[in-house]
C-alpha cells in the first residue's frame, strides 16, 4: 500500500523542494497532497487518510502547533515532522510534548532531513539526533547559554509563537479560542517572564535563539548552494521541474 502524505507550507520553493526530497527517499509512487495554510490542510485531513504530514514551522500562514493539534484529533496515528527555524533545544520538546514525531531545522544538511524522514516512517522519533542534545544539554549545565523560553507556560508559549508571527491580539484569540483579554494577559505575562518592554525586544531575543529566521525571496536561494543545505534542495527542485527563478 502507497505511502500517504501532506506537505504543509504557503512558500512555493518549501512545497515542492520538499516534495522533491521526500520523492528521493521514499519512490515516485508516494502519494503528496499539498496544502498552502491552515485551513487547506485541515480540509485535506478531514477528506483524506494520511499517514505523516511535513510542515515548515517558519512559513507564513501555517501554524505548525496548532496543525499538529488538529491533525491529532482527526488521525491519532498520524506522524508529523515539523521543519523549524532552528533552536532544537527549545522549540523540539515543545513538538514532542502536543504530540509531534519529529523535528529538524530548516538550514540542516540534506541528509538530516532524509534521515528523519526514514526513521520517522519506520515508527521511531527524530528529534535532531541524542547526541546533539546532549551536547546542548552539557552547554546549558555549564552556563555558556540557557534558555529562557523555558520558562513559558504551553499557553504562553503559544501566545508568543503567535506574536511572533506578526498576529495581532485579537487574531491569536479567534485562533487559539481565547478571549481577547486572555491573550493579552498572556501577552504580558511572556514580557514579564522573559523580562522585556516589548515586541521588538522579544523578536529580538527569538532571533537571537533561531526561533525565527529572516523571510527570503525565491531569488536569494540561490545564496545557499554552497552549503548544500535545505534552500539548496528548493533551489534545484525549481532547475528540475523547469521553473527557474529569475
Known amino acids: 500500500m502507497s505511502i500517504s502524505i501532506l506537505i504543509a507550507s504557503k512558500d512555493f520553493p518549501s512545497l515542492y ?65 515539523a521543519i523549524g527555524p532552528g533552536a532544537p533545544e527549545i522549540l523540539a520538546p515543545r513538538y514532542l510534548d502536543i504530540g509531534a514525531y519529529g523535528y529538524i531545522c530548516a538550514f540542516e544538511m540534506v541528509d538530516r532531513f532524509k534521515e528523519a524522514l526514514l526513521h520517522i516512517i519506520d515508527g521511531k522519533r527524530y528529534f535532531r539526533g541524542e547526541n546533539d542534545f546532549l551536547e546542548m544539554n552539557v552547554e546549558c549545565d555549564n552556563g555558556q547559554k540557557t534558555n529562557p523560553f523555558s520558562l513559558l507556560s504551553k499557553r504562553e508559549f503559544d501566545v508568543m509563537n503567535n506574536l511572533l508571527r506578526g498576529k495581532y491580539i485579537k487574531e491569536i484569540a479567534g485562533e487559539l479560542s481565547l478571549s481577547i483579554s486572555s491573550v493579552s494577559t498572556y501577552k504580558v505575562r511572556v514580557l514579564n517572564k522573559l523580562k522585556l518592554n516589548n515586541i521588538l525586544e522579544l523578536s529580538m531575543l527569538a532571533k537571537e535563539y533561531n526561533l525565527v529566521i529572516p523571510k527570503m525571496k525565491n531569488y536569494n536561494l540561490i545564496v545557499y548552494i554552497p552549503a548544500l543545505k535545505l534552500p539548496w534542495i528548493f533551489w534545484m527542485a525549481f532547475s528540475q521541474k523547469g521553473l527557474g527563478v529569475k
Do not use: H, P, W
Open 17 to 81: 523542494g520538499l516534495e522533491f526530497l521526500t520523492r528521493q527517499v521514499l519512490g515516485e509512487d508516494i502519494l503528496i497532497g499539498f496544502a498552502e495554510s491552515l485551513k487547506k490542510a485541515y480540509d485535506k485531513l478531514k477528506n483524506q487518510k494520511y499517514d505523516l504530514v511535513i510542515s515548515s514551522t517558519n512559513m507564513n500562514g501555517i501554524n505548525t502547533f496548532k496543525l499538529i493539534k488538529e491533525a491529532l484529533a482527526v488521525n491519532k496515528s498520524i506522524r508529523i515532522l
